[in-house]
């Protein structure tokens, strides 16, 4: 079955740092990629997404680019700030099924 | 246009009961997925409901069953409490089934058996 596979946590980070959280994935066909974050407390909100190969999601100044030769769709910030401080989520949705397949979650810290 | 919205926000409930968990979707969304989500873990599929039909199912057993609405909202209905059942249960909404459309999700339910 489809599945994915996160960079393990946490992550601590300064204010200001490069951001890098990485995602791999397993699934038939040709799925939709997303990343969602969890803010303390909340439900998921969608931060980017990508729907085919070498498409590039961003939002807020994160970007992710759907690889489809390494089946990767690796987030990544330039600079980091104390508010994006929360848990983030890389998953897909096609490949076998059409519901949403989750990778465990990275918990990012940033430090003022 | 209102968002997805769960109630209750927070329950606690003995081992061995039974637990109703509501959503009511996104305006002119009709499909709802239900997702359990155990502490410190990603959020595991339940099951899916398109236009009051149920259309897919993840690895959980008989007792988590479901029900959606002609307005498109839903329950999640667990039988047979158990320990492992306390998690975070969210509910999203999208606009359709196909493969690139968002989910929206509430700010999900928190169950505690003890």
């Known amino acids: 079955g489809d599945s994915v596979t996160q960079m393990e946590g946490p992550v601590t980070l300064s204010e200001e740092a490069f951001l890098t959280i990485n995602c791999t994935y397993t699934a038939t066909g040709y799925p939709s990629l997303f990343w969602y974050v969890q803010y303390p407390g909340e439900g998921l909100q969608l931060l980017l997404k990508?729907?085919?190969?070498?498409d590039k999601g961003s939002n807020k100044g994160f970007e992710a680019t759907y690889r489809k030769e390494t089946t990767s769709f690796h987030l990544e910030k330039g600079s980091v700030q104390v508010s994006d401080s929360a848990v983030y989520f890389c998953?897909?949705?096609?490949?076998?099924?059409?519901?949403?397949?989750f990778g465990s979650g990275t918990q990012l810290t940033v430090l003022p | 246009e209102t968002g997805v919205t769960q109630s209750p926000t927070h329950l606690i409930k003995t081992r061995g009961q039974q637990v109703t968990l509501r959503c009511s979707s996104q305006?002119?969304?009709?499909?709802v997925s239900w997702y359990q989500q155990a502490l410190g873990q990603g959020p595991q599929f339940i099951f899916q409901y398109y236009r009051e039909e149920e259309n897919g199912r993840g690895n959980f057993p008989p007792r988590f069953s479901g029900l959606q609405f002609p307005n498109y909202s839903s329950e999640l209905n667990v039988n047979a409490l158990e320990l492992d059942d306390s998690a975070l249960y969210l509910c999203a909404s999208s606009l359709d089934l196909k493969w690139d459309t968002e989910a929206f999700f509430g700010q999900g339910t928190r169950l505690t058996v003890v």
């Open positions: 990508a729907t085919k190969a070498d």
């Open positions: 998953a897909l949705k096609g490949g076998s099924a059409r519901q949403l397949t």
């Open positions: 305006s002119g969304h009709n499909t």
